[in-house]
Nanobody, 127 residues
Framework: QVQLVESGGGLVQAGGSLRLSCAAS????????MGWFRQAPGKQREFVVA????????SYADSVKGRFTISRDNDKNTVYLQMNSLKPEDTAVYYC????????????????????WGQGTQVTVSS
């Protein structure tokens, strides 16, 4: 069992930056690929980005490429999402998720691939 706790959300103006963190419990964090998803009001949850268990591979949604950066620190059991050049359309609840395995899941953008989820953190970008 892995417990995930997100933090770092908040209110920011368009063009600003935020850094989200997701802390995982236990001693097996290095065995999990990690993903970030988001859900805007009235919309389905969507994939944002994922990072392999080693940190060597990443996958980004087109909508965030060049603006968001995912990283992880396996010694601290934490994955980060640096979000720059934020837009109002980035407003959503952001969730981190864990997939146990090497590399990235085949269907990296599919919620069904991920075994554990956090409770989410709200990000609001004002125009």
């Amino acid at each position: 069992q892995v417990q995930l706790v997100e933090s770092g959300g908040g209110l920011v103006q368009a063009g600003g930056s935020l850094r989200l963190s997701c802390a995982a419990s236990g001693r097996t964090f290095y065995m999990y690929a990690m993903g970030w998803f988001r859900q805007a009001p009235g919309k389905q949850r969507e994939f944002v980005v994922a990072i392999s268990n080693s940190g060597r591979r990443t996958s980004y949604a087109d909508s965030v490429k060049g603006r968001f950066t995912i990283s992880r620190d396996n010694d601290k059991n934490t994955v980060y999402l640096q979000m720059n050049s934020l837009k109002p359309e980035d407003t959503a609840v952001y969730y981190c998720a864990a997939w146990r395995g090497q590399g990235l899941p085949i269907r990296v953008g599919s919620q069904e691939e991920y075994n554990y989820w956090g409770q989410g953190t709200q990000v609001t970008v004002s125009s």
